[in-house]
């Protein structure tokens, strides 16, 4: 579209910037809570609220707590949670069985929480590493991540987090080929309606850190993941692997982290007009939280100013830890 303007002084941009009701009149982007998805981590026990050291103002909960907390986030606008077990060093295994036990931590999350506020959608996590003594998504073979041996497990693990009750499955694992086989098996289990938002562009990116300490997972790590995540330099990649998932029946595709990536936020929703989302990552999160802390800038302006751009970017919606503050502005 060519823009149109007369000239100056005919033109006078300022004219519709005079007051917020002029503003809100010719405001292009708008941001509801009904864009948020609220990361949670749980843990073991009872009343416990546990902060993350890392990700002031973020805690790892009870599943009691975790079902409280979703009512509360639910009241104020936020539809959809996603659920992120914490794992203690002593409970990670090579075979990473707990991953698929209908009772794992996760799992008694996704049924407390739809237990509690059965409107609010519940997303999970697909990947093999709050249960992996190597740290890794995928099962480690001779130092090797291995790819077809790993989608089975995430199959296993997806089937037990729908018949738990969840409504989006989120395969953040990046292995090849698990989109189709997972679909494949949601079908022929019967459970159709469940939902695939795929992380489907994740970078091997420096910004996960905190997430790492709050799902237990930084001591555990051995190497690196730059062998399944994507290079940060690369973005035509990011459209075929977007394609590909789509073409295995993903419903919905994800964008991580999401500050540094706005552009590749853009050219998906551009290239395949799918419901497009991005994940403000928790060293996004952590960054701005600290310079608040430290008085550099205004947090609260800060945060609500990255929501509105990765809406600005092209996203439905985001998975952010600001979720309930920015729901409680948002309603203000």
């Known amino acids: 579209m060519k823009p149109v303007a007369a000239a100056f002084p005919t033109a006078r941009f300022r004219r519709v910037r005079q007051s917020p009701a002029l503003r809100g009149l010719?405001?292009?982007?708008?941001?509801?809570?009904?864009?948020?998805?609220?990361?949670v981590f749980v843990r073991e026990g009872k009343g416990e609220v546990e902060p993350v050291a890392s990700m002031p103002g973020?805690?790892?909960?009870?599943?009691?707590?975790i079902a409280e907390a979703a009512r509360e986030a639910y009241d104020l606008g936020v539809s959809a949670i996603c659920i992120f077990p914490y794992t203690p060093l002593e409970a990670r295994t090579e075979d990473c069985a707990e991953a698929w036990n209908p009772d794992n931590i996760a799992n008694r999350a996704i049924r407390a929480v739809k237990e509690a506020?059965?409107?609010?959608?519940?997303?999970?996590?697909?990947a093999l590493d709050p249960y992996n003594i190597n740290g890794h998504d995928g099962?480690?073979?001779?130092?090797?991540?291995?790819?077809?041996?790993?989608?089975?497990?995430?199959?296993?693990?997806?089937?037990?987090?729908?018949?738990?009750?969840?409504?989006?499955?989120?395969?953040?694992?990046?292995m090849d080929?698990?989109?189709?086989?997972?679909?494949?098996?949601?079908?022929?289990?019967?459970?159709?309606?469940?939902?695939?938002?795929?992380?489907?562009?994740?970078?091997?990116?420096?910004?996960?850190?905190?997430?790492?300490?709050?799902?237990?997972?930084?001591?555990?790590l051995t190497g690196d993941k730059k062998t399944y995540q994507m290079d940060v330099a690369n973005s035509d990649e990011a459209m075929r692997l977007i394609q590909r998932d789509l073409n295995e029946g993903a419903d919905m595709v994800m964008v991580k982290p999401g500050t540094p990536?706005?552009?590749i936020c853009r050219?998906?929703?551009?290239?395949?007009?799918?419901?497009?989302?991005?994940?403000?990552v928790s060293g996004e999160y952590a960054m701005i939280k600290a310079a608040a802390q430290n008085g550099w800038i205004d947090g609260e302006k800060i945060m609500m100013e990255s929501l509105i751009g990765f809406k600005r970017a092209g996203c439905d919606g985001?998975?952010?830890?600001?979720?309930?503050?920015?729901?409680r502005i948002l309603n203000t």
């Open 26 to 39: 010719v405001r292009e982007t708008l941001l509801s809570s009904d864009d948020l998805i609220w990361p």
């Open 58 to 65: 973020v805690f790892r909960r009870s599943v009691d707590k």
């Open 117 to 126: 506020v059965p409107e609010m959608a519940v997303m999970t996590d697909v």
């Open 139 to 174: 099962f480690v073979v001779d130092g090797q991540i291995v790819n077809d041996r790993t989608v089975e497990a995430l199959v296993k693990m997806t089937l037990a987090q729908a018949e738990a009750g969840a409504d989006i499955i989120g395969p953040s694992d990046m």
């Open 177 to 220: 080929g698990r989109i189709g086989a997972m679909r494949g098996a949601l079908e022929s289990e019967g459970h159709q309606n469940v939902t695939i938002l795929s992380y489907s562009a994740k970078y091997a990116s420096a910004y996960y850190g905190p997430f790492r300490d709050a799902v237990g997972a930084s001591g555990a």
């Open 261 to 263: 990536y706005l552009d």
């Open 267 to 280: 050219r998906a929703k551009d290239m395949f007009g799918v419901p497009t989302f991005a994940y403000q």
């Open 318 to 327: 985001v998975l952010t830890y600001f979720a309930p503050e920015a729901a």
